[in-house]
């Protein structure tokens, strides 16, 4: 290691100041924790060590007392030599038997010498720590190293006292056993050199590599360790074959040796010889069932040779100490393909192992609303022996799914449940097991009742009562510490805070609890605190961003304005990016409005820019997004964090809306417009569970806060129709009938509600009750006629639709006679005719029909959605020339609208897609048309949609496959959607692929689907779509 990169490793210029160099070193021990960065800490030990050399000094830290001396002839200093001189010989070293002896010694069993003989080894083991694995359970078994680590920090370094107990409680990853060399050789150089060869490694940096490994070579040690360098440093040179060469023979050599297995693994792994690989981790994991890398490697190869169980088993290994985005997406495969098979086996034999097994997967897949459905009903039916799994199963769904009283009532019964299977059993290992799930119960309902204590400052007390409850007294309590700091901070009891947060700093070394000591400052108005403890944080966590805010509001409001813009620098230089940052370097050169001039400015903007650019004025969102980011500035809080967010997300930019809405919430939990907001826009992205937690928790803090406004009904049917997305149309028609209830006949007059609400139903097989609810809400007959045809045609309730069309002329004679014109009502009637022809009739009838409807209508840009139906179905039955003639027709349409500066699509992106692709569909080619469908990945839903799914979308990626000649696959698909989201489009696809009048088809493929049926599910609905009642 050179001279300037050691000194820029202790953080310090180029000097041989002996006090300066220790002095940087203890400073940079204090940020460099050996268990959570151990290649970091060996790094900091070498750097330091030769600033020692070069400095002329001993390399010796400054303690109570120096290192024990030769001349030293205390009995503490005598028996510490006999501890030198078998550490100086390699294999005395690593013999337990001559450490036993020195303390059997009777030195150190003397009463008076054996605190003396203790503290002297601890001076030594500061400056000699590289024992084997044996040597450290030995040492800690004799002077409890792990028991005592509390009592060692108060006189030796924190850093030394931890990196004892990692060692203790996890061994030496190099097995001394295999060095060869000369007794007396310099091992502990040897390994200095190995630490620094892997390190720069790591670090791409090769030549170095190559020197430390050449200066291992000299000291006449070997060391398969040594030797797994020399392999990454042939592969680094791209001399893959030798390396892969050296690491079999090391294999061959030492068998056993599980890190040489492990390399070998990975640069096959790495070099195309996975099978080879992937049969060394099965090694692996067969002797280390929780070996992290095995279980990783073997994920991905069990998932690409289709045997998804195993990859299960290993990824739940994965899952319990957590991966990364990567695997979280592979696990997701993973269940995905075993909920099909589980799906399809327990929908057959109804096994409540099985039930549990599928909740598991949706739990790990955060498909909670489906899991906690699918739970719910084994209750009864649970084997005993699986009844704690049950329980615990749903109390995790529940807390999931921030159902918070169902949680806690649900959590205590899991802990009854596991007190009494401990007095049962006898298996000392379960039980452990079982002790950590109570504890698990604990920490659940202690987040419960931290939600409830934002609103009900009262159950602040009862989430400390269970935090209590769970605590073990070890390292296992980080987690629950912190939080429980957190706790006591909102119940402005800091001093309690305070002593939590120096136990884990002092006992664990988390500096994270400096982030609790930093916000118990800011609410007492602190500013030295704030200032102190924000400091600690950017020292061990230089991008922590609300060290960065706090101290930038201190400085603001003590008027430090050149402290102010040190800070704001330093954040730049680590990349930190915050809204707040932003909104007080504005202000050192900026003053905003007065405070009592901002609610009527906010009033204005909403009435000048966010009402337009909610009608699709898109050009109101460049004029408007200065301003309201103007006045955020001038007083940056949650209420202006979310009325940006708000903006933001009215514009469609989702990012820039959930970063203001998460901030807010950053500064508090429980403000309800940020859920709200959070809500909408994981809806618009498809993820219904997450946006029904969202809104779930923006009513638990409406509700018990005791604020109801008139925007609780709008949450109430927000609720129906995302319980509808999800496919839990039970839960849906209850949140429907609260919100007519709530708004009476406004809320039965609600058109779109009260189409959903009428679907809802006849998923519910209340059909007719559906048809009653469209009578209410279109007052207009023939109104009411064609949504009722519509939901009829829908759900496969031909007969009553068509007693609605043979009454249906009738009625517009009737109506004709009183408004003298029947010519839009009979053009309407057409429409829903071919609509009906195409689903339930004859092709040729339903273009005939719908051509009747809109043959004057093909520039009306109301009917876009019309002409799109129609070219569906020119495309389904063949009539090129009227389907090109009506696609032409649609794509002037859009044209039109584009140059009108109003984006009528703003809120329904999906949908521009589906017209575009129709559009285009006789006249642009296949490589168009597939890059126009794949805009739907960065696409988000429509507004107001309850479809799970885009219907529409999957009707026209069909339509591509069918046009490109993949009609297996375009039928596989289409068989599958239409199980799960039946939508109009499918159903018209389904009946012409159905149809009798289709007799003819080279594909056997085709053939067979034609006389394929779907098996109906239970309900009648399915019934009724797919066959006859």
Same mark, same amino acid.
């Given at each position: ?90 294999? /005395?070293?690593?013999? #337990? ?28 083991? !500061? ?36 990196? !004892? ?54 000291? *006449? ?11 990454? &440093? ?88 957590? %991966? ?148 073990? %007294? ?55 605190? #704030? ?6 944080? &950017? ?11 706090? !101290? ?29 940052? /932003? ?93 709200? *907001? ?20 923006? #009513? ?78 279109? #007052? ?5 006629? %064609? ?8 759900? %496969? ?36 005719? *071919? ?125 591509? !496959? ?68």
């Amino acid at each position: 290691m050179e001279p300037i990169e050691v000194f820029q490793i202790l953080g310090i210029e180029q000097t041989k100041n002996e006090r300066a160099l220790k002095n940087a070193y203890r400073d940079k021990l204090t940020v460099t924790n050996p268990e959570d960065d151990p290649e970091g800490f060996k790094r900091l030990r070498m750097a330091y060590e030769e600033a020692c050399r070069y400095a002329g000094t001993p390399d010796a830290e400054e303690n109570e007392e120096a290192e024990p001396t030769l001349e030293d002839d205390t009995p503490a200093g005598q028996w510490v030599r006999g501890v030198r001189k078998v550490y100086e010989n390699i294999t /005395d070293r690593c013999d #337990v038997e001559k450490w036993k002896a020195l303390f059997e010694a009777d030195d150190f069993l003397s009463l008076e010498e054996e605190e003396n003989c203790t503290t002297y080894l601890l001076r030594f083991l !500061m400056e000699h720590y590289k024992l084997p694995t044996a040597i450290w359970k030995l040492l800690d078994e004799k002077i409890h190293i792990v028991q005592n680590a509390g009592a060692f920090r108060e006189r030796f370094p924190a850093q030394f006292v931890s990196y !004892m107990v990692h060692k203790c409680e996890s061994g030496e990853e190099v097995d001394f056993s295999e060095f060869r060399g000369a007794e007396d050789a310099d091992y502990d150089q040897f390994l200095q050199y190995y630490d620094r060869a892997y390190q720069a490694l790591q670090e791409k940096k090769l030549q170095e590599a190559e020197q430390m490994i050449g200066c291992g070579d000299a000291l *006449g040690i070997t060391h398969p360790v040594m030797e797994i360098c020399r392999a990454s &440093l042939y592969e680094g040179k791209g001399q893959t074959a030798e390396a892969i060469t050296l690491l079999k023979k090391l294999s061959a050599r030492y068998p056993e040796d599980d890190l040489i297995a492990y390399n070998t693994a990975e640069i096959l792994w790495r070099n195309e010889g996975r099978v080879e690989a992937s049969a060394i981790y099965e090694s692996l994991r067969e002797k280390l069932p929780k070996h992290y890398m095995a279980n990783l490697r073997l994920t991905d190869w069990y998932y690409e040779q289709g045997n998804y169980k195993e990859a299960k088993k290993c990824a739940e290994e994965i899952l319990s100490v957590g %991966g990364d985005d990567t695997f979280l997406e592979t696990l997701q495969k993973i269940n995905t393909e075993l909920e099909r098979e589980m799906k399809r086996e327990y929908a057959q034999n109804h096994d409540p192992g099985l039930g549990l097994d599928l909740g598991w997967c949706y739990l790990q897949d955060g498909r909670t609303d489906l899991g906690i459905r699918t739970v719910r009903e084994l209750e009864a039916k649970v084997p005993a022996d699986r009844r704690e799994e049950y329980l615990g199963l749903m109390t995790k769904l529940l807390a999931e799914a921030a159902e918070y009283e169902k949680t806690i009532s649900t959590a205590a019964k899991w802990e009854e449940s596991l007190e009494k299977k401990i007095l049962r059993d006898t298996d000392a290992e379960e039980e452990e097991k079982d002790r950590d799930r109570i504890r698990q119960s604990h920490m659940i309902r202690m987040q419960c009742y931290r939600a409830y204590g934002y609103v009900q400052p009262e159950k602040f007390a009862e989430a400390i009562a269970e935090a209590e409850k769970a605590e073990t %007294g070890t390292p296992k309590d980080i987690g629950m510490l912190i939080e429980k700091a957190q706790i006591y901070v909102e119940m402005e009891e800091y001093k309690r805070c305070a002593e939590i947060s120096q136990k884990l700093i002092g006992d664990y070394q988390v500096y994270a609890a400096y982030a609790n000591e930093l916000e118990a400052a800011k609410r007492q108005w602190n500013a030295a605190g #704030v200032i102190q403890n924000g400091r600690a944080c &950017l020292n061990y966590f230089p991008t922590y961003v609300k060290a960065y805010e706090m !101290m930038a509001k201190v400085y603001m409001d003590l008027t430090h304005p050149e402290e102010l813009k040190e800070l704001l620098q330093q954040a730049k230089d680590n990349n930190v990016k915050s809204v707040i940052l /932003d909104a007080y370097e504005w202000q050192l050169t900026n003053t905003g409005l007065p405070q009592e001039q901002m609610n009527d400015a906010i009033d204005k903007f909403r009435k000048k820019y966010l009402s337009k650019l909610e009608a699709g004025k898109t050009i109101f969102y460049r004029r408007g997004l200065p301003i309201i980011t103007e006045y955020l500035y001038a007083y940056p809080c949650e209420f202006l964090l979310v009325e940006r967010g708000d903006f933001h997300n009215a514009a469609g930019c989702l990012e820039a809306a959930k970063a203001d809405y998460e901030k807010a919430l950053s500064t508090n939990p429980a403000n309800p417009f940020a859920w709200k *907001g959070l809500a909408r826009i994981h809806r618009c992205r498809g993820k219904y569970d997450e946006a029904m937690i969202c809104l779930r928790k923006c #009513v638990f803090f409406y509700e018990k806060s005791g604020t109801q406004n008139h925007a609780w009904p709008e949450l109430i049917v927000e609720q129906a129709e995302i319980y509808f997305l999800l496919g839990n149309t039970e839960m849906a028609e209850q949140f429907y009938r609260r919100y007519r209830e709530m708004t009476g006949s406004a809320g039965e007059r609600d058109r779109n509600r009260m189409r959903d609400f009428a679907r809802c139903l006849a998923c519910n097989d209340k059909t007719t009750e559906g048809l009653k609810v469209l009578e209410k809400a279109f #007052v207009n007959v023939l109104d009411a006629a %064609g949504e009722k045809l519509d939901l009829c045609v829908w759900c %496969g309730e031909k007969t009553i639709a068509g007693n609605i069309l043979t009454s249906w002329p009738e009625k517009i004679e009737l109506l004709g006679k009183n408004t003298g014109n029947t010519q839009e009502y009979f053009e309407d009637y057409f429409f829903h005719l *071919g609509w009906y022809g195409l689903i339930c009739g004859s092709g040729k009838v339903a273009i005939e029909n719908m051509d009747k409807a809109l043959i004057f209508h093909k520039e009306d840009l109301s009917k876009k959605d019309d002409i799109a139906d129609l070219i569906l179905a020119c495309i389904l039955y063949g009539d090129k020339k009227k389907g090109a003639d009506y696609a032409q027709a649609l794509k002037a349409c859009m044209e039109r609208e584009d140059k009108s500066g109003k984006d009528v699509y703003l809120k329904y992106p999906k949908l521009r897609i589906v017209h575009e692709y129709l559009a285009g569909y006789y006249t642009a080619n296949d490589e168009e048309q597939d890059t126009l469908l794949q805009l739907d990945k960065d696409c988000s839903f429509c507004h107001g949609c309850v479809h799970p799914v885009c219907e529409e979308l999957e009707m026209v990626r069909i339509l591509q !496959m069918l046009k490109k000649g993949r009609e297996k696959e375009a039928l596989e698909r289409l068989k599958e959607q239409m199980q799960e989201h039946p939508g109009m489009g499918l159903q018209a696809i389904w009946h012409r692929y159905h149809s009798e009048q289709v007799t003819k088809d080279t594909d056997p493929a085709v053939a067979a689907f034609h006389k394929e049926k779907l098996q109906p599910e239970k309900r009648g609905f399915w019934q009724r779509l797919f066959g006859k009642k």
